[in-house]
């Protein structure tokens, strides 16, 4: 009876909703239709004291997936600066969107096809398989787009891009024409990492290396010793390179010659020098293979060497390995091995050779460097900058794409975010390689190229042949006339996301987006694709535009599980956000992927830590019940503070302004952190406690001060708290008594 008593003196006037313990399933569904009702994460409609623009785009989650902890941690991140901004008074525009993921939807709905009907793409056609992908992707696209609602995402849906949708699809065809026109997108023959199990190149990202053991061979080859680990590709070896001051092979000069016993007979071998070489690495020498390793390629181009197919597309060797023409690399490499015993070839094998195999991520195959005629941007082309409005560049000025890319960085014009990774984006650039664009793959942008002639099949074969007399259609759309023939390639995925932060504002038209929210203001994602996805964004936007892509990009970790070992389905140790939501709520789930998470760092993530978030929220419900039920009748407003009141709130505009300055410098880990130890050990822990005394037995002045102190302190709070957890602290905001007119998300930042 005691404790009911106690219960109705402090409680007895309160909410009816604060009477029971938060609930965040009963709240966020109902709270986010209220926000997109209002329309405010629209900037155009936002109230007039908004004026000044800020804008980001998010990085588009691939529609063949669902909502991994990686999404959740940038999602939080990105809501916690839109909200922030947008409540300074910022035109804050969140742009969101999807990726097709080309190869990985393809490969996926492939396989989708052969297990119910077991057929592949070439028995259903180009047209039919491509309806396929639209079904499909439709429905992936809507469960996306609700699981980034789930985090309180306060996104502007009217604003929403697919990058294959019609706009994105007009976009990408455009860069293309003026890159080729440009004379920085070009048709040549280099190594692509190809997929014989796929059938399709693949760009950089979607190498997943793979520690292997396997046998590592020591090989006789005339008077030197050669290692590989792969003797199925040295048929063709018909080059010894060596450093040009390495001493043990000073007598040979580049250019000797030398007959050598090699798998299937003697073979002349030409000696080259290239300072490539390691001296320190085995003996110093090696033979190389041109058409299938990125290096041996580059000394062949520096010393125009020939350069010879040994494996096909399928994984075949091919007739210059004779007797073992048509098998599979596989199945012949023990064969082959023998066939050099035997001739007395080998001299040793290391049975437990470490080294690192490229498989694809998509799809789980090996690799195989091949030679193919593909279309590249050149990064290396000298070109007249055609416009531009980067510090340090002018309309007119020679520069190269690679240029470009490292100048604005080195200027300062875009911030990386933590500062340490400006080194491995410098290092990144300097190594960087033309950019392989095109892809064997039905689903995807189709190359805005036509071809007309019989050498156009040669081509379009995929292979290095002789295309003269090829007539050559490089637009927008189909040319006028008969016997146009499309490229049937499709462009890497990551031309389409390079365009990201302009295509998505209306570009190549001159759009009154495109001119108001570009350069965007902050590019947020993970580390892991710093160079694969923001490099290019810069590529595209310095040429295209003349301008940065974004001012600053914030590069958040990697979330693994509470033992530090990366999430898998083979460890069993993925947690789900959705799963996380479902059972603490989304604000609890955002604030255990930021507090405690320094950029660029990687994050730790247990049940455990989502749970104890969950238990802050309660605390602030509880805390919220206590104020309110104390202050709602008003009359305190104009109250003076009594000295100890003044003391907390200069304490707490101490707090305010150190809160702001960590927002401001993109330390979200800090902001949170301060913010929570604040409202549980001193708000809670000791201001409350301080005023119960006044509130229940003080004089007038006293207890006014008080009801004063806990209401601005409260609304304060719950302003700081809202970019971290927007649905307690906005369904908290609307009992406040005169407030219920009025949505937290637009209100001023309380400094």
């Known amino acids: 009876m005691e404790k009911r008593l106690v219960f109705w003196y402090y409680f007895g006037n309160v909410n009816p909703k604060l009477l029971k313990p938060y609930n965040p399933k009963a709240t966020e569904a109902r709270v986010y239709e209220l926000w997109e009702k209002s329309g ?7 109230p007039a004291r908004h004026k000044d623009p800020f804008s980001i785009v998010l ?6 997936g669902t909502l991994h902890m990686g999404h959740a941690a940038m999602l939080a991140i990105e809501d916690i600066v839109i909200r922030f901004e947008r409540m300074r008074g910022k035109r804050a525009l969140w742009l969101p969107g999807t990726d097709s993921a080309a190869l990985a939807t393809q490969a996926k709905v492939e396989d989708i096809l052969y297990k119910k009907e ?3 793409r070439h028995d259903i056609g180009r047209e039919a398989l491509l309806g396929r992908i639209e079904e499909f992707t439709k429905e992936s696209e809507a469960t996306i787009v609700n699981q980034v609602k789930r985090m309180g995402s306060s996104l502007d849906w009217g604003r929403y891009s697919y990058t294959m949708d019609e706009t994105r699809n007009r976009a ?3 860069a293309f024409k003026r890159m080729y026109e440009g004379g920085l997108i070009y048709r040549g023959a280099r190594i692509v990492n190809w997929d014989p199990k796929l059938q399709t190149n693949v760009s950089d990202i979607e190498i997943e290396w793979k520690e292997e053991t396997a046998p590592f061979y020591y090989l006789t080859y005339g008077p030197f010793t050669i290692g590989t680990a792969r003797p199925e590709t040295k048929f063709g070896d018909k080059y010894v390179v060596m450093h040009p001051d390495d001493e043990r092979y000073k007598k040979y000069k580049h250019g000797d010659t030398l007959e050598v016993e090699w798998v299937n007979g003697p073979v002349t071998a030409t000696i080259v020098k290239d300072k490539v070489v390691d001296m320190a690495f085995g003996t110093g020498v090696m033979t190389i293979t041109p058409w299938h390793d990125q290096t041996d390629f580059d000394i062949a181009a520096r010393h125009n060497l020939d350069k010879e197919q040994i494996i096909d597309q399928k994984g075949m060797l ?3 390995a004779g007797e073992f023409a048509g098998v599979h690399w596989k199945k012949a490499r023990p064969a082959i091995v023998e066939k050099l015993r035997a001739k007395g070839l080998v001299e040793k094998v290391d049975e437990k050779y470490a080294h690192r195999v490229a498989t694809n991520s998509r799809g789980g195959g090996l690799l195989e460097p091949q030679v193919m005629l593909q279309w590249f ?7 007249k900058l055609p416009h531009s409005e980067l510090d340090g560049f002018e309309k007119g000025d020679t520069v190269t794409l690679k240029r470009l890319m490292q100048g604005v960085v080195e200027s300062g014009q875009i911030e990386i975010i933590p500062d340490r990774f ?3 984006y410098f290092h990144w650039i300097k190594d960087l390689r033309d950019w392989c664009i095109s892809r064997q793959i039905w689903y995807g942008h189709q190359i805005p190229v036509w071809y007309r002639s019989t050498g156009a099949h040669d081509r379009l074969n995929g292979t290095p042949s002789d295309s003269r007399g090829v007539e050559t259609h490089v637009g927008i759309e189909r040319p006028e006339g008969e016997g146009w023939e499309q490229d049937p390639d499709t462009l890497d995925t990551w031309f389409s996301s390079g365009l990201w932060t302009f295509s998505t504002l209306g570009w190549p038209d001159k759009t009154k987006d495109l001119e108001t929210f570009h350069p965007t203001d902050v590019l947020e994602t993970g580390y892991d694709i710093l160079f694969f996805w923001v490099a290019r964004m810069v590529l595209m936007s310095t040429y295209l535009l003349g301008q940065i892509p974004f001012k600053k990009v914030y590069l958040h970790g990697l979330v693994r599980d509470g033992k530090g070992r990366k999430m898998s389905k083979s460890l069993g140790n993925i947690i789900d956000p959705l799963d996380m939501i479902e059972k603490y709520g989304a604000d609890a789930t955002r604030l255990s992927l930021i507090i405690g998470t320094a950029p660029g760092n990687d994050l730790k993530l247990s049940e455990d830590r ?3 978030y969950k238990h802050f929220a309660n605390k602030l419900w509880n805390v919220a019940r206590f104020v309110l039920s104390n202050t709602e009748h008003g009359g305190f407003e104009k109250a003076k503070f009594a000295k100890e009141d003044a003391a907390r709130m200069e304490e707490f505009e101490a707090l305010k302004k150190e809160v702001t300055a960590h927002l401001d410098k993109y330390e979200f880990y800090l902001a949170g952190d301060n913010l929570y130890h604040y409202l549980w050990h001193t708000f809670a822990d000791k201001v409350i406690e301080e005023s119960k005394e006044a509130l229940k037995g003080g004089n007038a002045a006293q207890k006014r001060s008080k009801q004063k102190l806990l209401h601005l302190l409260l609304e304060d709070q719950l302003k700081l708290l809202h970019p971290f957890i927007p649905f307690v602290t906005e369904e908290l905001w609307s009992m406040l008594p005169h407030k219920k007119q009025s949505l937290l998300m637009i209100e001023p930042w309380p400094i």
């Open 610 to 612: 989502v749970r104890g």
């Open 377 to 383: 941007v050149d990064v290396n082309k000298e070109f």
């Open 172 to 174: 990408v065809n455009e």
């Open 59 to 64: 990085p588009p989650p691939n529609v063949t």
């Open 40 to 46: 405010y994460f629209d900037p155009d409609k936002l």
């Open 118 to 120: 077991k057929k592949t």
């Open 318 to 320: 091919m007739p210059i």
């Open 422 to 424: 400006k080194k491995t």
